[in-house]
């Protein structure tokens, strides 16, 4: 049962959004000119989310850049300058959440430094959620927009045996020197995600013999698409629309499950396209993906490739064991290291909501319309969406629906449909964004 507070409860008339990240910002924005009104809880003193490098959450690093390109990750009414880069960095992106705060006018309605540590559903109806400093709060609503990089994932079981050099997740790198020395090192960086790539292409330096690190090698457990993020002199995704985009009208008025082979294979088509150019992981001794290019996200970074072809970094498949600073891999070849870097990624996680509040553990979690509680009214999730476009955009479209039910004109189905329709969002496959929001436009029609 929820705590009843001895002071008179608030009137639960407006509700609250959870982060003030790229998605939170998103909801934020939406709401306010919506005429909702809302109180936002933010654990940090920044808007931005892992784009405040120096002073905000972990999972950011100093030489991050965006993965796509300014016009499609871009708010659908808050464009770059003509003079941003095609992919921004950190400090870039941290000055463009903070503009479009303050463009918007909402800034005053979110409390920076305000962790929270509970939420749960009132006996009456709406949500109470507890700060950290023990203050409680009644909303008809809650919005959780906290972000997908709360929790590390590490390997479990590890591979054994016990190494005797430095280790850290990616979550906590910053840049070469911190917070471990790596100059000079023999660095093992894990997994073949984005931030693998970039952190090893960092560390391996600009040309054969000028690394930072004495020799960088990447392993993986798995494989995954590797694509540059610029091809042909122009952004991989130059030609892709924009997550708020219609889809052509031909697309709207086929069958959904013809539609999604449709773009199926559009995305195959390009994808071949590209790799008969560049080359698949195992031309660089990685392994190459077992699924198709629909159901992951690829792997993008410009210098990657390139550093592979020269050996500055060695491709590995997954650790098979571990002997003091000796790592042997599953095809029994060695390496020498100092210190691994495990980039492992995250899962999810939503330490102030108990598993007996969402009704299963946090990497189960089903949501109708990848939104909505299904079994919890007033319980929503802005950004957990696995996404082949830009996640913000599509966050933002995301709000516009949530906005729609919140003042009525969204009607939600029953509770049995929701829960029928609702969707496991860590585990399916990445949406088609269009499509996706084809669906949603369609539900406020």
């Not at 013999?209 to 960088?216: D, L, P, R, Y």
């Not at 052509?248 to 008969?276: C, D, M, N, V, Y």
């Not at 950004?383 to 933002?396: A, F, K, N």
């Not at 009607?411 to 669906?439: E, M, T, W």
Request: glycine content about 10%; charged content about 20%.
């Amino acid at each position: 049962m929820p705590h009843v507070p001895h002071h008179q409860p608030e009137p639960i008339e407006s509700v609250c959004v959870l982060g003030a990240g790229p998605s939170g910002l998103a909801v934020c924005k939406t709401l306010h000119e919506a005429g909702i009104p809302f109180d936002c809880f933010e654990a940090n003193g920044s808007v931005g989310g892992i784009w405040d490098v120096e002073g905000g959450d972990r999972g950011g690093y100093r030489s991050l850049q965006t993965n796509t390109s300014k016009t499609k990750m871009a708010y659908a009414d808050f464009p770059f300058s003509e003079d941003a880069p095609d992919f921004v960095g950190h400090a870039g992106m941290l000055d463009y959440f903070n503009a479009y705060t303050d463009h918007f006018g909402f800034r005053d309605r979110i409390r920076f430094n305000c962790p929270v540590g509970q939420v749960e559903p009132r006996a009456g109806g709406g949500w109470q959620v507890e700060l950290q400093d023990g203050s409680r709060h009644n909303y008809s609503a809650c919005i959780v927009a906290t972000g997908q990089y709360g929790t590390q994932r590490w390997p479990d079981p590890g591979p054994p045996g016990r190494f005797d050099g430095q280790q850290m997740h990616a979550a906590d790198y910053l840049d070469p020197k911190a917070p471990i020395d790596c100059e000079d090192k023999r660095v093992v960086v894990v997994g073949l995600g984005s931030s693998a790539a970039e952190i090893a292409t960092e560390l391996a330096g600009g040309a054969k013999g000028s690394g930072i690190a004495e020799h960088v090698t990447l392993s993986a457990r798995s494989g995954r698409y590797v694509l540059p993020k610029t091809f042909q002199g122009q952004p991989l995704d130059a030609n892709a629309p924009h997550p708020s985009a219609s889809l052509p009208s031909f697309l709207t008025w086929i069958p959904e499950a013809l539609r999604i082979r449709l773009l199926q294979g559009f995305l195959k088509s390009a994808l071949g396209r590209i790799e008969r150019k560049t080359g698949r992981p195992s031309k660089w001794n990685l392994p190459n993906p077992t699924f198709p290019p629909w159901a992951e996200r690829p792997t993008l970074s410009d210098g990657f490739i390139q550093a592979l072809e020269d050996r500055r970094i060695e491709g590995r498949p997954e650790i098979a064991s571990f002997d003091g600073k000796t790592i042997e891999f599953v095809d029994s070849s060695v390496d020498e290291a100092d210190l691994i870097i495990w980039a492992t990624g995250y899962r999810p996680a939503f330490p102030f909501l108990s598993d007996a509040v969402l009704g299963c553990e946090a990497s189960e979690l089903k949501l109708y319309r990848r939104i909505a509680h299904p079994t919890q009214p007033g319980l929503f999730f802005i950004g957990y969406t696995r996404v082949i476009c830009s996640l913000w955009p599509l966050s933002e479209q995301q709000s516009l629906w949530l906005a729609g039910v919140l003042k009525g004109s969204i009607a939600l189905p029953g509770r049995a449909r929701q829960i029928h329709q609702a969707i496991k969002v860590s585990q399916a496959l990445p949406v088609f964004c269009n499509a996706y929001v084809l669906d949603l436009r369609r539900d406020g029609a």
